[in-house]
Nanobody
Framework: QVQLVESGGGLVQPGGSLRLSCAAS????????MGWFRQAPGKQRELVAV???????NYADSVKGRFTIARDNAKNTVYLQMNSLEAEDTAVYYC???????????WGQGTQVTVSS
């Protein structure tokens, strides 16, 4: 059974930082591209950042220079370090895994991030 379990969300003031974690089980982590998506109320889910199985990364323009994605294949975990948070970053953040060679993908249950003073 595949599980992606996110943690680290919460309430933070503008300008603050949070680190999200996503622990994966039931998949061969090293051959999956791992990503973070987010969905704000009334908006579509959007890609935030992705780290490929080869370690290359890609970010949404809105988070470049503020967010950093990283993976630890030994721990089957992907992280999202979020700095200089803004109110517009408020959303439910979802962990995503996509098999690098097959049409298989998985989602976590989501973790709420709220940026407010």
């Amino acid at each position: 059974q595949v599980q992606l379990v996110e943690s680290g969300g919460g309430l933070v003031q503008p300008g603050g930082s949070l680190r999200l974690s996503c622990a994966a089980s039931g998949i061969l982590f090293s051959i999956h591209h791992m990503g973070w998506f987010r969905q704000a109320p009334g908006k579509q889910r959007e890609l935030v950042a992705v780290v490929a199985n080869d370690g290359s990364t890609n970010y949404a323009d809105s988070v470049k220079g503020r967010f950093t994605i990283a993976r630890d294949n030994a721990k089957n975990t992907v992280y999202l370090q979020m700095n200089s948070l803004e109110a517009e970053d408020t959303a439910v953040y979802y962990c995503h895994a996509k098999h690098a060679l097959a049409s298989l993908e998985y989602w976590g249950q989501g973790t709420q991030v709220t940026v407010s003073s």
